[in-house]
């Protein structure tokens, strides 16, 4: 197993869903782990699950659209593992979709990403210690699925960000990947999934079957840990090979 032992890593967007358990997992790996979002009740709960497994987790509140906000949880001592994870949907046809749900979209899923990095980034390179900056895609930034145009460009920004970043950095020993998790089954999509066109779905990905969080466990290890040292600049996609399924 992947050992973190006195790495310190933050998380956000870890109020719920991949959030939440990408800070067990750390957690579980040895890490000292800060869970951020803006829901203060969530990120209890989320600290009260690490603590249960034994790990040890921090909440502190952060709304990555806030530049103040990302300053106050980011300009502390460094992190040595960032997993960018902080996110939101929001569907519909792009001939509909009101500017303020676009702004919305990039303003969080992309721009925020930068925000965090960006703020880490400068502790890291401050300390001279290096990291691992993950930012959290989807196979959707990088084949389009219909009604997510918001979406899709932001998370397709996420990945030319991380291999930009990537570059820029690698001389400070941070490296900067992207994880482009497929459909992932959790809590909030589980009904959406369980009904004709969630199965009709399923039936075009080749493995025939959703993804489970925990099927990102080992590619966010990679990621965050010394077992990836030599990897910056990459987008892994854990899609169960819908990527590469027949047009």
Known sequence: MTDLTGRRALVTGASSGLGRHFAQVLAAAGAEVTVAARRAD?????????????????????DVTDTASVAAACGGAAYDIVINNAGI???????????EDWSRVID??????????????????????????????????LRVAGNLSAYAAAKAGVVQLSKALALEWARH??????LCPGY?????????????????????????????????????L??????????????????GGHLVSSL
């Open 108 to 141: 969080t899923d992309l721009s925020g990403v930068f925000r965090v990095a960006q703020a880490t980034a400068a502790r890291m390179v401050a300390e001279k210690r290096g990291g691992s900056i993950v930012n959290v895609a989807s196979i959707v930034g």
């Open 42 to 62: 969530a990120l209890a709960e989320t600290v009260a699950l690490v603590a249960a497994q034994g790990g040890t987790a921090m909440p502190v509140a952060l």
């Open 184 to 220: 992932i089954e959790t809590p909030l999509n589980s009904a959406f999934f369980a009904g004709e066109a969630g199965q009709a779905l399923i039936r075009r990905i080749p493995q025939r079957r959703l993804g489970q969080m925990a099927d990102l466990d080992g590619p966010l």
């Open 173 to 178: 020993a941070i490296r900067v990947n992207a």
């Open 89 to 99: 949907a929001l569907d519909g046809p792009a001939l509909k979709m009101p500017e």
């Open 222 to 239: 990679l990621l965050a840990s010394d077992a990836g040292a030599y990897m910056t600049g990459t987008a892994i996609a854990v899609d």
